[in-house]
Nanobody, 127 residues
Framework: QVHLAESGGGLVQAGDSLRLSCAAS????????LGWFRQAPGKEREFVAT????????DYADSVKGRFTISRDNAKSTVNLQMNSLKPEDTAVYYC????????????????????WGQGTQVTVSS
């Protein structure tokens, strides 16, 4: 079992920045994929960003490209999401996901690729 704990959400104004963090613990795999998704009220969970095992390859949703940056520290089993120039439409609950089956970003852009999820952290951006 893998446990994920997100932190860093909050209430900010448009144009501000936030940094989300997610720490993995428990019986982690030797190599694994990580990603961030978000879910707004009444909407499906949507892909935000993902990063491969080595951290060299990343991929982003078009809506966040150039504003968000995903990074990971395998020694600490953490993944971070730096969010800059936040917009009201970024308001959602943000979830980090852990995949023991896929480590390539090509396969990490759908929720079905992930085996474990964190509890989520609320990000609210006011206009």
């Amino acid at each position: 079992q893998v446990h994920l704990a997100e932190s860093g959400g909050g209430l900010v104004q448009a144009g501000d920045s936030l940094r989300l963090s997610c720490a993995a613990s428990g019986r982690t795999f030797t190599s694994y994929g990580l990603g961030w998704f978000r879910q707004a009220p009444g909407k499906e969970r949507e892909f935000v960003a993902t990063i491969n095992w080595s951290g060299v390859s990343t991929d982003y949703a078009d809506s966040v490209k150039g504003r968000f940056t995903i990074s990971r520290d395998n020694a600490k089993s953490t993944v971070n999401l730096q969010m800059n120039s936040l917009k009201p439409e970024d308001t959602a609950v943000y979830y980090c996901g852990y995949s023991g089956r896929y480590t390539n970003t090509r396969f990490l852009k759908t929720p079905n690729a992930y085996d474990y999820w964190g509890q989520g952290t609320q990000v609210t951006v006011s206009s």
